[in-house]
Nanobody, 123 residues
């Protein structure tokens, strides 16, 4: 499985940005796909997931970010609204077929990772 994240860029605080993750090699329907992010000097942290159990979000992005998937296009999206300076990071998409509830918060639960896309938020 290969994952290709894109859509990062520079946005003003309060603005919006949409990320995409194209999954190739396997049917998207069999995978849970999560977004993680890593800011300089910080640990990579869970942001959002779409999986067989539905969707879930980190508390820090609830109500502002929306994760969705288009199985026909093998693509997962992350719509980010009302961006804050603390949202600036490299965003990664990750995939796994064997996720269980609460395990998906951990980066160790994912076998496959994309290369990351940089989101910069200016104040």
């Amino acid at each position: 499985v290969q994952l290709q994240a894109s859509g990062g860029g520079l946005v003003q605080a309060g603005g919006s940005l949409g990320l995409s993750c194209v999954v190739s090699g396997r049917a998207l329907t069999t995978y849970g796909i999560a977004w993680f992010r890593q800011a300089p000097g910080k640990e990579r942290e869970f942001v959002a997931i779409t999986w067989r159990g539905g969707t879930d979000y980190a508390d820090s992005v609830k109500g502002r970010f929306t994760v969705s998937r288009d199985n026909a296009k093998n693509t997962v999206y992350l719509q980010m609204n009302r961006l804050k300076s603390e949202d600036a990071a490299v965003y990664y998409c990750a995939a796994d077929r064997s996720l269980i509830f609460s395990s998906y918060y951990s980066r160790g639960a994912y076998a496959f990772w994309g290369q990351g896309t940089l989101v910069t938020v200016s104040s």
